[in-house]
């Protein structure tokens, strides 16, 4: 089972009786690790239903899911594979009556979330109700509720966001939803509060594996803790040198509490990188050697040397974005990279995209910019995705008001709002108030029999998708409900251009043909929910589709040049990488003037300046690790900032790679021309020997 593996990957693949942290290096073999941890406690005797296996995105499970079923067969359909957040809904789906849940409860996107929020914030201003969002959401990931929050106020603005979510949880509870964080905070609270619950958990799962550990927040931290008890059967696997979501409330507390809270644990490092060459691993390791190290690691490569790593200067943008095609250029030219899908340029913020996507159709390069809009964003999507929610729980009012007015049914804004008011003052959801015997006394009796109509063909509807099996039915069923609801042709009404409606059409189609193969069992479900094989009921499979963020059927690999933000291309690699705009300001990103005037690293900075600073670094780290064979880190002499040209600095992190100058600077265009000088040199040199071969 653990052949192909070196010492100390099968020293963490071998340990067995207690807690173990596995601090794997970029490129060092950690989804090799815990599948074979995987098949290893198959092996000792464990049931592949008690072993659970969490990781942060669902394309992440989806390939260890694969992995592990190549290893160890059909054996891994029965290992829970899956993230955080599918595995909270697994949890509440089955235990969330203890709160109060029932098991039908709507998962909330970010669109309803805001517009919740502005009801209960009383503002019509959606900025405003999105930062509200993003404190909130930072609270619950701390694991505090409205009143803790309140409590801890720092400011007016912050007692005010505390009241605002005080109300938030009210409607929440009352509309039987929960929001993404709620996946895990209410999962936490069962554990906490229900010994029972939390029994039950802990003989369920007898190991559970944690990839990119360091990315945990303090929630799933205690959740974690509460899933293992005091036996600490757990593989914690992860790296603090990537630890680079703070932002969104990553903690690397949670690795400096692992050896507290579980004073038996193992420590395993795997400082063997299989990606890159040693060039560039040297880069990495200097770049992020200043940061202070909780537990101290080298990473090195039997790759060779390679190629060195090119430090490459511009006067702005413009000019960078014409040296980074020429680079890609003359690589293919040399012959060392000739499929596209094997570049790619990497960059710290989104806005960054524009310039380099306009080089690159300007030389006529594919390209796909990495993190773009999730098919799940797409408007029509969403409007299918409300209809569905609306049947899983009918007291989900977001999606109520999204499905009575998508496609429109002659049911107007006065009705709905004579029909909210009602459903407030009895305390009903908007769904359980259309049948209320009172409400022909506030609406006139056209408008409830309008009303009627559409709660019974709802009703109708959730009990045709309940008895809806497998692929074939479910597709039948879509697209005649479709047609029913006319939906295409809301489509094309409400679009400009025909071509774009035509283009939604053909998503909504999409969507249908990857809705009834889940069904049909043809496809493992991305939530870790469906299992191969198995027929479900559309309603089933409607159930776990506010977890998904992609369609892996789009993820194919596209011989395309990938654009990516520095965040996105975690987890990924390319033989050829090109690091874009670091410079100071821009990566490390602006610090803040008034703790360090200077901008530089030698400045003074506060406590959370040098955090922030570390996190940056980190990312730099991330960013050159991502590189296989060569690395090209470019810089401005010149950017953009607002509307003028303002004068730029190599960023900090370039003289931390302490690369050897002589080697670094190199101007691609320059390289294109003599190769192509070459090639001409070549082809003339071919022509007159068969000229003189061909002569009498």
Same mark, same amino acid.
């Given at each position: 089972?653990?052949?192909?593996?070196?010492?100390?990957?099968?020293?963490?693949?071998?340990?067995?009786?207690?807690?173990?942290?596995?601090?794997?290096?970029?490129?060092?073999?950690?989804?090799?690790?815990?599948?074979?941890?995987?098949?290893?406690?198959?092996?000792?005797?464990?049931?592949?239903?008690?072993?659970?296996?969490?990781?942060?995105?669902?394309?992440?499970?989806?390939?260890?899911?694969?992995?592990?079923?190549?290893?160890?067969?059909?054996?891994?359909?029965?290992?829970?594979?899956?993230?955080?957040?599918?595995?909270?809904?697994?949890?509440?789906?089955?235990?969330?009556?203890?709160?109060?849940?029932?098991?039908?409860?709507?998962?909330?996107?970010?669109?309803?979330?805001?517009?919740?929020?502005?009801?209960?914030?009383?503002?019509?201003?959606?900025?405003?109700?999105?930062?509200?969002?993003?404190?909130?959401?930072?609270?619950?990931?701390?694991?505090?509720?409205? @009143?803790?929050?309140?409590?801890?106020?720092?400011?007016?603005?912050?007692?005010?966001?505390?009241?605002?979510?005080?109300?938030?949880?009210?409607?929440?509870?009352?509309?039987?939803?929960?929001?993404?964080?709620?996946?895990?905070?209410?999962?936490?609270?069962?554990?906490?509060? !229900?010994?029972?619950?939390?029994?039950?958990?802990?003989?369920?799962?007898? !190991?559970?594996?944690?990839?990119?550990?360091?990315?945990?927040?303090?929630?799933?931290?205690?959740?974690?803790?509460?899933?293992?008890?005091?036996?600490?059967?757990?593989?914690?696997?992860?790296?603090?040198?990537?630890?680079?979501?703070?932002?969104?409330?990553?903690?690397?507390?949670?690795?400096?509490?692992?050896?507290?809270?579980?004073?038996?644990?193992?420590?395993?490092?795997?400082?063997?990188?299989?990606?890159?060459?040693?060039?560039?691993?040297?880069?990495?390791?200097?770049?992020?050697?200043?940061?202070?190290?909780?537990?101290?690691?080298?990473?090195?490569?039997?790759?060779?040397?390679?190629?060195?790593?090119?430090?490459?200067?511009?006067?702005?943008?413009?000019?960078? @974005?014409? *040296?980074?095609?020429?680079?890609?250029?003359?690589?293919?030219?040399?012959?060392?990279?000739?499929?596209?899908?094997?570049?790619?340029?990497?960059?710290?913020?989104?806005?960054?995209?524009?310039?380099?996507?306009?080089?690159? *159709?300007?030389?006529?390069?594919?390209?796909?910019?990495?993190?773009?809009?999730?098919?799940?964003? *797409?408007?029509?999507?969403?409007?299918?995705? @409300?209809?569905?929610?609306?049947?899983?729980?009918?007291?989900?009012?977001?999606?109520?008001?999204?499905?009575?007015?998508?496609?429109?049914?002659?049911?107007?804004?006065?009705?709905?709002?004579?029909?909210?008011?009602?459903?407030?003052?009895?305390?009903?959801?908007?769904?359980?108030?259309?049948?209320?015997?009172?409400?022909?006394?506030?609406?006139? @009796?056209?408008?409830?029999?309008?009303?009627?109509?559409?709660?019974?063909?709802?009703?109708?509807?959730?009990?045709?998708?309940? !008895?809806?099996?497998?692929?074939?039915?479910?597709?039948?069923?879509?697209?005649?409900?479709?047609?029913?609801?006319?939906?295409?042709?809301?489509?094309?009404?409400?679009?400009?251009?025909?071509?774009?409606?035509?283009?939604?059409?053909?998503?909504?189609?999409?969507?249908?043909?990857?809705?009834?193969?889940?069904?049909?069992?043809?496809?493992?479900?991305?939530?870790?929910?469906?299992?191969?094989?198995?027929?479900?009921?559309?309603?089933?499979?409607?159930?776990?589709?506010?977890?998904?963020?992609?369609?892996?059927?789009?993820?194919?690999?596209?011989?395309?040049?990938?654009?990516?933000?520095?965040?996105?291309?975690?987890?990924?690699?390319?033989?050829?990488?090109?690091?874009?705009?670091?410079?100071?300001?821009?990566?490390?990103?602006?610090?803040?003037?008034?703790?360090?005037?200077?901008?530089?690293?030698?400045?003074?900075?506060?406590?959370?300046?040098?955090?922030?600073?570390?996190?940056?670094?980190?990312?730099?780290?991330?960013?050159?690790?991502?590189?296989?064979?060569?690395?090209?880190?470019?810089?401005?002499?010149? *950017?953009?900032?607002?509307?003028?040209?303002?004068?730029?600095?190599?960023?900090?992190?370039?003289?931390?790679?302490?690369?050897?100058?002589?080697?670094?600077?190199?101007?691609?265009?320059?390289?294109?021309?003599?190769?192509?000088?070459?090639?001409?040199?070549?082809?003339?040199?071919?022509?007159?020997?068969?000229?003189?071969?061909?002569?009498?």
């Amino acid at each position: 089972m653990s052949s192909g593996l070196n010492s100390a990957q099968q020293e963490a693949v071998n340990y067995m009786h207690g807690p173990c942290l596995v601090l794997a290096g970029a490129g060092s073999g950690k989804t090799r690790v815990i599948t074979h941890k995987i098949a290893r406690l198959i092996q000792t005797g464990l049931e592949a239903k008690r072993i659970a296996a969490i990781t942060f995105t669902n394309k992440a499970a989806a390939e260890m899911r694969e992995r592990a079923k190549s290893l160890i067969g059909r054996e891994a359909k029965n290992v829970l594979v899956c993230t955080f957040h599918a595995l909270g809904v697994r949890m509440l789906r089955q235990d969330g009556a203890a709160l109060g849940l029932k098991p039908q409860f709507s998962i909330l996107d970010s669109d309803d979330v805001t517009s919740i929020l502005k009801d209960a914030g009383g503002s019509t201003d959606a900025a405003t109700a999105r930062q509200w969002q993003w404190a909130i959401s930072l609270w619950k990931n701390m694991g505090l509720n409205a @009143a803790q929050a309140e409590a801890q106020a720092k400011d007016d603005n912050e007692k005010v966001t505390a009241r605002v979510m005080a109300r938030y949880e009210e409607r929440l509870a009352a509309y039987q939803s929960v929001d993404f964080d709620d996946l895990i905070g209410l999962p936490l609270k069962l554990l906490q509060q !229900h010994a029972e619950v939390r029994e039950k958990w802990q003989q369920q799962l007898g !190991h559970v594996l944690v990839d990119e550990y360091q990315d945990t927040n303090a929630t799933q931290y205690e959740v974690l803790k509460l899933l293992v008890g005091e036996r600490g059967r757990f593989t914690a696997v992860g790296d603090d040198d990537q630890s680079i979501y703070g932002w969104r409330g990553a903690t690397l507390d949670n690795l400096k509490r692992l050896p507290l809270d579980f004073p038996q644990l193992k420590v395993v490092k795997l400082e063997q990188n299989y990606r890159s060459t040693s060039a560039i691993l040297r880069a990495a390791n200097n770049v992020i050697g200043p940061n202070p190290k909780l537990f101290p690691k080298t990473l090195f490569s039997e790759l060779g040397e390679g190629e060195p790593v090119r430090v490459v200067d511009a006067d702005n943008e413009e000019h960078e @974005a014409e *040296r980074v095609v020429a680079r890609i250029q003359s690589t293919r030219a040399n012959g060392l990279g000739q499929e596209w899908r094997e570049f790619a340029v990497l960059y710290r913020a989104n806005h960054q995209a524009r310039i380099f996507e306009q080089a690159l *159709r300007k030389a006529q390069i594919p390209y796909k910019v990495s993190g773009g809009q999730s098919f799940f964003d *797409r408007a029509e999507i969403k409007d299918l995705c @409300a209809w569905f929610r609306l049947w899983i729980n009918n007291d989900d009012d977001p999606a109520f008001l999204r499905a009575i007015t998508t496609p429109k049914r002659g049911i107007g804004h006065t009705t709905l709002q004579n029909l909210g008011t009602f459903a407030s003052k009895y305390k009903l959801s908007l769904f359980e108030a259309l049948f209320s015997s009172s409400l022909a006394s506030v609406l006139p @009796a056209k408008a409830v029999g309008s009303l009627h109509e559409f709660g019974r063909y709802v009703n109708d509807l959730e009990f045709r998708a309940r !008895h809806t099996l497998g692929a074939q039915d479910a597709r039948a069923f879509m697209l005649e409900w479709l047609k029913e609801i006319d939906y295409e042709k809301h489509l094309y009404d409400g679009e400009d251009s025909e071509k774009l409606a035509a283009s939604r059409w053909t998503n909504v189609l999409e969507f249908c043909d990857w809705m009834s193969q889940r069904c049909g069992g043809e496809i493992d479900d991305a939530a870790g929910v469906s299992i191969a094989g198995e027929k479900k009921s559309l309603l089933e499979v409607a159930q776990t589709i506010a977890l998904l963020s992609t369609i892996s059927e789009r993820e194919q690999d596209q011989n395309v040049v990938t654009l990516s933000t520095l965040h996105a291309a975690k987890g990924l690699e390319w033989p050829h990488v090109m690091l874009v705009g670091v410079t100071e300001g821009l990566l490390p990103f602006k610090l803040g003037d008034d703790d360090n005037p200077t901008g530089r690293a030698d400045g003074p900075m506060s406590e959370g300046i040098l955090q922030r600073l570390q996190e940056e670094r980190r990312l730099m780290y991330v960013g050159i690790t991502r590189a296989q064979r060569s690395l090209a880190v470019s810089w401005t002499k010149r *950017r953009k900032k607002g509307r003028e040209m303002i004068a730029a600095q190599p960023s900090r992190f370039i003289a931390e790679m302490a690369l050897e100058t002589a080697t670094t600077k190199e101007d691609p265009r320059e390289k294109l021309k003599a190769l192509r000088a070459e090639f001409a040199k070549k082809a003339i040199d071919t022509a007159a020997a068969a000229a003189a071969a061909s002569a009498p």
